[in-house]
């Protein structure tokens, strides 16, 4: 840090000097333009010293001017700021800072040395970065990150909004910007960015998923080595899940990042995806950074206001709270870092349209400053308070990494929440296990015994079975057992109670019967979540069989371990159209996503909303401890046709009794055990079903359309 002088400049040349530094104003942080020039602003309580350096390149070594902010004219309570005449879009810029230290009481770690990201910034360079000059106290101006000032006014929206799907009718697709398209099987022009996955929106409109819910697309820190793998190749972060900056998109997902197309690029992937009637969902990281524990790199927070931003210690303040797994975690509900959470999301959807988020590791923000659940935590009553946020989706995943699970009880009403029960359930029930047919029917019907507050819904759960922790869809039924030496971890790392079953055969095999046996299982599984009240979440590739050959943490894999394999799309066209029509079932059928749980009603033809059954009718065998078997009707409304659910996870194929209805007939709509182009009918196609029986295979759901005796579906 300069000490001579407020104002340096670099040995290189510099190019026309910005006009002159006016006090500016605290609000808002950040850097925003104005017709000539820029106001910068940023929050640290305990800094004495705050200098604004100003760098001519993206790769410059130092700084052509630093601004030294006179505590007596660019300081208004805990916001540091000027405004710098003459500067324009695409000025790059970083922070220095200095203040008390005594670590251990005050929990300040201010080193004048070390370059800061401004929390705020709209975009970020890392052409220069070296995370390992970030560590210790020595200067890494040279190697540092920096900020980007953008012109979010520079864009045409063509009169795009966000879209505002009811969370009834929405089906998530779960996937990683970079894993969608980095594959060359991809065939897509920039592979593993944001202009790559807008070349993959008529595949997902064709699919018929509603919403992409994207891993997480903030900057964060790629280049990191986390450690070398078996095969002597460094693994690096993957997921995303360790973010640096929240304000900015990820360069790394830019097709020309150093040409200041952050926000374009990512703007151009929202606008593409709502012409085609699909939202964007962010999977957001607001419990951690990656700053990491007390051994971790000076990046932005920590440098900043440590002692706010941050989870510590109270009988030593130089060590960090864990919560999350990840070396720190954020102090949410401090007022100051509340307000950075609360206006980050609302950033996000008022800039860039996006129509909601899944909060990683959720329960982290319900934690008070002593790491204790609040009962009413500001900033998740923010959140769901907040005007601009009132029409976005917010998800939770509701626990964090030290044991506390609130499924079924995360604050507030709005709220939805990953529903890990109907994960558990469903694939121990599809594998085969015994006694679970009642849990199954409560998953079905939306789980109202997670959901049964006053105000809660079924669409308050998100109904998966995969996602991108664990396994995928295809090694559920491969693997046995998970297979993670590629991470170098010595198979340590990744969950050990998966609810799989390897069918036979573990991994791959030429088995014909074993493969078979395997797809049944895969739409057993797929015919469920989309027969479930709630939101249905498919994981990426699920449905054209991706596979990471066991590996059920895939967190480092940067490879094709994790990228999907395109050409499988069209080599297992059999779920791929299996996973088409369930959706497809889905939007035409109302019972199956009502918003509300069953209540009794009952339908023109005397049917009540839903009625449960064994193989026999009636029969459901809620208290038989060895039942495998469930069926059930569903009434249709408003001229829609009734439903017949047959669920057999015996090995054997059995007779079930179907119910008569006057002047209607059952047809077949679905049957898992059947071939392809006979397993999924669309309406039209649909085949009569004769007697008063019908036969379902070993490990199959068939499902029935009511017919009247006209043909016609109501």
């Given amino acids: 840090m300069t000490t001579s002088t407020s104002e340096t400049r670099a040995v290189s040349p510099p190019r026309p000097a910005p006009g002159r530094v006016s006090p500016g104003r605290p609000q808002p942080l950040g850097a925003t333009v104005d017709e000539d020039g820029v106001n910068f602003s940023v929050f640290s309580q305990n800094a004495d010293r705050v200098e604004l350096l100003l760098f001519d390149r993206h790769d410059a070594p130092e700084p052509s001017r630093v601004i030294d902010l006179d505590p007596d004219l660019h300081r208004s309570y805990h916001f540091w700021h000027c405004r710098v005449q003459g500067l324009a879009p695409g000025q790059v810029y970083a922070y220095r800072m200095d203040g008390p230290g005594d670590t251990m009481m005050t929990g300040n770690r201010f080193n004048p040395r070390k370059v800061l990201l401004d929390p705020y910034a709209r975009a970020n360079i890392n052409s220069v970065w070296d995370r390992s000059q970030a560590l210790g106290t020595q200067d890494n101006c040279a190697t540092s990150m920096r900020s980007m000032v953008v012109d979010l006014d520079d864009y045409d929206w063509e009169g795009d909004r966000p879209l505002n799907t009811p969370l009834a009718d929405t089906v998530i697709y779960e996937a990683h910007v970079r894993g969608m398209t980095a594959s ?50 460094p693994l690096y972060n993957y997921w995303g899940y360790d973010p640096d900056a929240f304000f900015a998109p990820h360069t790394g997902y830019c097709a020309d990042a150093r040409n200041c197309q952050h926000i374009t690029e990512f703007r151009d992937l929202v606008k593409a995806m709502h012409k085609a009637g699909i939202e964007v969902i962010l999977d957001v990281v607001f419990n951690h950074t990656s700053e990491g524990n007390e051994n971790g790199p000076t990046i932005s927070f920590r440098g900043q206001a440590n002692e706010a931003y941050y989870h510590l210690w109270a009988q030593d303040r130089s060590h960090y709270m864990d919560f999350t797994g990840c070396g720190n975690a954020v102090n949410a509900n401090h007022p100051a870092v509340a307000k950075f959470i609360i206006e980050c999301l609302e950033y996000w959807v008022r800039e860039h349209h996006v129509d909601g988020f899944r909060f990683d590791l959720a329960s982290e923000l319900s934690r008070g400053a002593d790491g204790r659940e609040l009962d009413q935590p500001p900033v998740l009553w923010g959140i769901e308070l907040s005007g601009i946020l009132s029409e976005s989706k917010i998800i939770a995943e509701p626990w964090d990494g030290s044991g506390l699970y609130q499924v079924g009880r995360f604050p507030g009403t709005r ?54 922790d664990g396994f995928t869809l295809n090694d559920l039924v491969s693997y046995s057992y998970k297979d993670n030496f590629a991470n170098g971890e010595c198979n340590r790392d990744g969950s050990y109670e998966n609810y799989s079953w390897n069918c036979g055969v573990e991994g791959p095999t030429d088995a014909v019967d074993v493969d078979r046996l395997r797809v049944r299982q895969i739409k057993n599984m797929a015919a469920l979540l989309l027969l479930s009240r709630g939101v249905p979440m498919i994981l990426a590739g699920d449905e054209f069989r991706n596979s990471q050959g066991g590996n059920n943490n895939a967190y480092c894999q940067d490879n094709a371990i994790s990228w999907l394999d395109w050409d499988q799309a069209d080599k297992e066209s059999e779920v791929r159209r299996f996973f088409q029509g369930m959706i497809a079932l889905r939007k035409r059928s109302s019972a199956l996503r009502a918003p509300r749980f069953f209540n009794g009603r009952v339908n023109d033809r005397g049917l009540p909303e839903v009625s449960w059954h064994g193989t026999a009718l009636g029969r459901p065998g809620w208290e038989d401890p060895e039942a495998r078997v469930l069926s059930l009707t569903l009434a249709g409304f408003d001229g829609e046709p009734d439903l017949h659910v047959i669920l057999n996870m015996f090995h054997l194929g059995l007779n079930f009794e179907l119910p008569q209805i006057s002047g209607h007939r059952w047809a077949l709509t679905a049957d898992t055990a059947r071939p392809e182009g006979q397993d999924i009918l669309p309406p039209g196609a649909q085949l009569p079903v004769s007697g008063h029986t019908v036969h379902a295979h070993g490990h199959s759901v068939v499902v029935l359309t009511s017919l009247s005796h006209d043909g016609v579906n109501r």
Avoid: M
């Fill in 415 to 468: 709220w939805g929440q990953w529903n890990g029960p109907f994960r558990d359930e469903v694939r121990r029930f599809v594998r085969g296990d015994a006694g679970l047919v009642g849990k199954i029917a409560t998953r079905i019907g939306g789980s109202r015994d997670l959901f049964s507050r006053a105000a809660d819904l079924p669409t308050n759960g998100v109904n998966f079975i995969t996602c991108h």
């Fill in 184 to 233: 060359p099987s991809s065939g897509v022009a920039h592979p593993g960015t944001f202009p790559g996955l807008i070349e993959k929106i008529p595949y997902l409109k064709e699919l018929g998923v509603t919403a992409v819910e994207l891993l997480p697309v903030f900057d964060f820190d790629e280049t990191q080595v986390l450690r070398t793998g078996p095969d002597g190749e």
